[in-house]
């Protein structure tokens, strides 16, 4: 019983400090100028559904929380949402928002369009300068998102510039993340 009892007791404390800990993209790019790091964006709208899978099996996998949360600044951007952004001396905003709209298909913000993102949920990271590195289109898993949150992380993305270099490295590449 008492086993029963420490177990549970492990179970609901990982769980409270495996969830990530979204800010905005303009929090995630004032904290870039006093530490410097990558960037990890969840470019989601309110009505995708494989927005909201991420959400339940990838973005709360406490493998993933732990690692996003260390490794980088995660934000969350809706791509259809309302929010301000200052990015690169430029204020992007979604001018056709409608707020009546909410929950359904909207005016993409002009920062989503700008990073040219065309599918939901797209993830886009950034260095610790703020320029995008690669965006990654549509549904991952845990373990299919974590080749590219290592790849960017260690920066062994410089060194993949062929098709060849990213077929090796992903024929190499050992994951450890559990679903």
Not at 100 to 109: F, I, S, V
Not at 121 to 131: A, I, K, L
Not at 142 to 153: F, G, H, R, V
């Amino acid at each position: 019983m008492k086993y029963i009892y420490l177990s549970l007791l492990f179970l609901v404390f990982h769980s409270m400090h495996s969830q990530i800990e979204w800010m905005t993209m303009n929090e995630a790019l004032e904290a870039q100028k006093s530490e410097p790091k990558k960037i990890f964006a969840d470019v989601y709208t309110d009505w995708c559904g494989p927005c909201k899978m991420m959400d339940k099996n990838t973005f709360s996998n406490p493998d993933v929380a732990e690692y996003v949360n260390t490794h980088f600044y995660p934000v969350k951007f809706n791509a259809e949402g309302a929010e301000k952004v200052d990015y690169k001396g430029f204020e992007y905003t979604n001018p056709n928002y409608k707020p009546e709209r909410k929950g359904k298909r909207n005016a993409q913000h002009f920062f989503a369009n700008a990073l040219k993102v065309s599918a939901y949920p797209t993830v886009v990271f950034f260095d610790e300068e703020s320029n995008v590195i690669s965006p990654v289109v549509g549904y991952r898993t845990p373990e299919q998102l974590e080749i590219y949150l290592k790849m960017i992380a260690t920066d062994a993305y410089k060194e993949l510039k062929t098709q060849k270099a990213w077929q090796k490295y992903q024929s190499n590449f050992q994951g450890t993340f559990k679903n």
